[in-house]
């Protein structure tokens, strides 16, 4: 029994126009910048303009991302809501492809840009299998002071009333082929800007290890403390951290060298410091294990795994063998490939935009029993 599962940070995936960089520059695009518009009423029109036009381009790559990837289950992040799931998946994934996703799940989350976490299901599996899906639960309302997580770390920032999850942990309860399957899909808090001498991973990584210990308490209470190892279940999501990322050295005129660096800490130690989950991308080199370029500049460029299938070690142990596929034909030309790992880029690509979407998906392929 077989089954594909698929993870993707579609980016912006929006049905509203964001008028903010008229007051604030910062939000404002790149390309507005170029222009001296006095007039807000003009403003908005140039931007309502512009982002239509943009918008097809990245939906019709965001499109063949997705039908690359060929997932019978798709956790999304960056969301707006309802509404821009069911056009995006009718207009773009089914007209432009030919195959869409009849079920999808999305709750509204905690976001302050509105941004969500959602699910496209197929009602079948390729192998012919009943997608059937039992409960699904949103944990947006948790509070730290809910599951007794407010520490110090967190008190810099955070009061202990405050919800955990930036967005939410969107839980699923199914059944494959009439097999039990939990799915938890998360987007953890992002890494913000350098502050008062602390690096944005390091100055957020409080609130994303209180989101992890946080969806290891949904499934203990689910499964039982110490009873989850032999579950069929799987975390989905951007988790906005890494463990180990490469750092990118040199620019396109010098040439490139890579080196993979493992950090000390992680959010993300929360699962795999006692063998809680697995993370099966380690079955790939270290150097061909990311879904995201990050550049600041030549001074700030690495390589790293932001988006993640968690397994449980039963899970694990059943797919040991398999390893999980990464698609990168719709990064931008600007990203850095280390040797060997150089993508046919799908049509239309661009130097930084349009692109399918600054992450990469991620498929693998599962045997549930």
Known sequence: MSLRLGTFNIENLMTRFDFSGWRNQLRQDRVLRLYDVQDKVVYQ????AR???????TRQLSALAIAEADADILCLQEVDNMPALQAFEYGYLYRMIG???????????????GIDVAVLMREETRTGER????????????????????????ALTNDPYDKIFKRDCLELELKIGGKPFSLYVVHFKSMGNAREGTDGRTGTMAIRA????????????????GRTADKNFAICGDMNDYQE???????RRLGYRFEPVREETSALDVFSHDGFAENPMERRDVMDRWTLYHARGPEEQHLCQLDYIWLSPALARRNAERVP?????????????????????????????????DHCPVVMELDLE
């Open 131 to 154: 997608i059937e899906v039992v409960d699904v639960r949103s944990h947006a309302m948790l509070t730290y002071h809910d599951l007794g997580l407010f520490n110090d770390e967190l």
């Open 245 to 251: 990322k490469v750092q990118v050295i040199g620019t």
């Open 210 to 225: 209180a989101e992890a210990k946080a969806v290891r308490h949904i499934i203990e209470r689910q499964f039982g403390k």
């Open 51 to 57: 982002l239509v036009a943009e918008t097809d381009d």
């Open 99 to 113: 195959n869409g996703y009849r079920q999808k799940y999305l709750v509204e989350g905690n976001d302050s840009r």
């Open 325 to 357: 596929e990464i698609i990168r034909g719709g990064q931008p030309y600007r990203t850095v490939f280390p040797p060997g790992q150089e993508v046919e880029h799908f049509p239309r690509i661009g130097w930084d935009r349009p692109k399918a979407s």
């Open 45 to 48: 029109q140039l931007e309502q």
